[in-house]
Nanobody, 127 residues
Framework: QLQLVESGGGLAQPGGSLRLSCTAS????????VGWFRQAPGKEREGVSC????????NYADSVKDRFTISRDNGKNTVYLQMNSLKPEDTAVYYC????????????????????WGQGTEVTVSS
C-alpha cells in the first residue's frame, strides 16, 4: 500500500517562496501520476498541478501557472511543488495524491480519480 507524506509547509510572506515535498513509502511512485491539491477553509479541494509518471508532462491550474513548478525525482520517490510569488489566496492545506494513470485525457483536477492521498501540509501566506 502506497503511503504519501507531505512536508515543507509553513508560514510565508506575500511574494515569498516555499517548496513542498511528497515522499512515498510502501511502494514506488515511478508508475504513478502525482497531483497536488489544496483546500482552503470553507472551500472545496481544488487541483493545483499534476505530473506524469515520467515527469514529461505537467498541468497547472490557471491560478498558479507561472508561479508554481511541479517536478519529481523518482530515484528519491518524491514529487516537489516549488511555489514562488506566493499570495494570501494560496493559503490552504496542500495535499499530494497518486494514481497509476497517464495524463492524456486524464481528469487530473478531479480528486476522486486518485487512489492514494497524503495527510496534507499547511501553507499560510501572510504578512
Amino acid at each position: 500500500q502506497l503511503q504519501l507524506v507531505e512536508s515543507g509547509g509553513g508560514l510565508a510572506q506575500p511574494g515569498g517562496s516555499l517548496r513542498l515535498s511528497c515522499t512515498a513509502s510502501g511502494g514506488t511512485l515511478d508508475l504513478n501520476a502525482v497531483g497536488w491539491f489544496r483546500q482552503a477553509p470553507g472551500k472545496e479541494r481544488e487541483g493545483v498541478s499534476c505530473i506524469s509518471a515520467s515527469g514529461g508532462s505537467t498541468n497547472y491550474a490557471d491560478s498558479v501557472k507561472d508561479r508554481f513548478t511541479i517536478s519529481r525525482d523518482n530515484g528519491k520517490n518524491t514529487v516537489y511543488l516549488q511555489m514562488n510569488s506566493l499570495k494570501p489566496e494560496d493559503t490552504a492545506v496542500y495535499y499530494c495524491a497518486a494514481v497509476r494513470a497517464g495524463l492524456l485525457l486524464f481528469p487530473w483536477r478531479d480528486p476522486s480519480e486518485y487512489d492514494y492521498w497524503g495527510q496534507g501540509t499547511e501553507v499560510t501566506v501572510s504578512s
